[in-house]
């Protein structure tokens, strides 16, 4: 990973962190390379990176401005997706494919980048998970199964990635929740254990530094939840074809 990019990485958590609004302006170059330990040189490719992606506004004479609340973005660009999900659940098949699409990768690079401190985040959020299961919350459990994917992307350490992930969170969080609700309590109970063994060896997989193992890990959770949501769509339209059909009455008998 370039140093550009962890730099650019550290800054965003610093802007976050500090809570610095769209329009605010970022601390003096000195104070910022002082605070996240690296040299203004490094600093300055960092500003640069997240300029180019619309994030910061750096303005000779002025300073570095945030040009865009750095927890929003890019959620705009996803606000249609989220209006299309309510009026068309199959979108979460897109989701999903989405999902994959990036998870592949931000397992496999976790799996060679993570630090120890992101190995205890990854364990923590999968513990949350497994605390509200038993506890039959299922809406903090789907939060943290969410959040649990996210801590795998933080662990990739590659801004651009994590930046879509984050950007995706509120709709997966929505199909999470609605994959989990659909599996669960149409499907049976087992479906609940067979994800937590699918989480538990991901993170395993992370812990373990395994990349291959983590991106053969992740595929076949994503599938199995796709081809677990498929076979319900088709029984419940099955079922639906059923009750459509016209009722026969028996001839009369003759006289």
């Known amino acids: 990973m370039r140093l550009s990019d962890q730099v650019a990485e550290k800054l965003l958590s610093l802007i976050q962190a500090h809570g610095i609004p769209p329009g605010g302006r970022l601390p003096a170059e000195r104070g910022l390379a002082q605070s996240l330990g690296v040299s203004r040189t490094a600093l300055r490719e960092a500003i640069q990176k997240l300029s180019s992606h619309g994030i910061l506004i750096s303005r000779v004479g002025a300073g570095t401005f945030l040009a865009a609340d750095a927890h929003q973005w890019p959620q705009e660009s996803m606000s249609p997706l989220a209006a299309l999900m309510q009026h068309d659940p199959q979108y979460r098949y897109d989701v999903l494919e989405t999902r994959c699409a990036l998870e592949t990768s931000t397992a496999s690079y976790a799996a060679q980048r993570a630090t120890d401190a992101d190995k205890a985040k990854i364990q923590r959020c ?59 309590i149409q499907d049976s109970p087992a479906s609940q254990d067979k994800l937590t063994h699918q989480h538990q060896a991901l993170m395993q997989s992370i812990l373990d530094g395994d990349p291959d193992q983590a991106r053969a890990v992740i595929d076949q959770h994503l599938d199995y939840i796709r081809a677990t949501l498929v076979k319900m769509d088709e029984d419940a339209a099955r079922r639906d074809r059923a009750t459509r059909l016209p009722s026969s009455t028996p001839p009369s008998p003759r006289p």
């Open 126 to 184: 999968f513990d949350q998970m497994i605390d509200y299961q038993q506890r039959g919350n299922a809406e903090l459990s789907a939060h943290a199964d969410a959040q649990f994917h996210l801590a795998i992307a933080e662990a990739s350490h590659n801004l651009v990635l994590l930046q879509v992930m984050r950007g995706l969170f509120d709709l997966m969080l929505s199909t999470v929740a609605q994959n989990r609700r659909i599996m669960v």
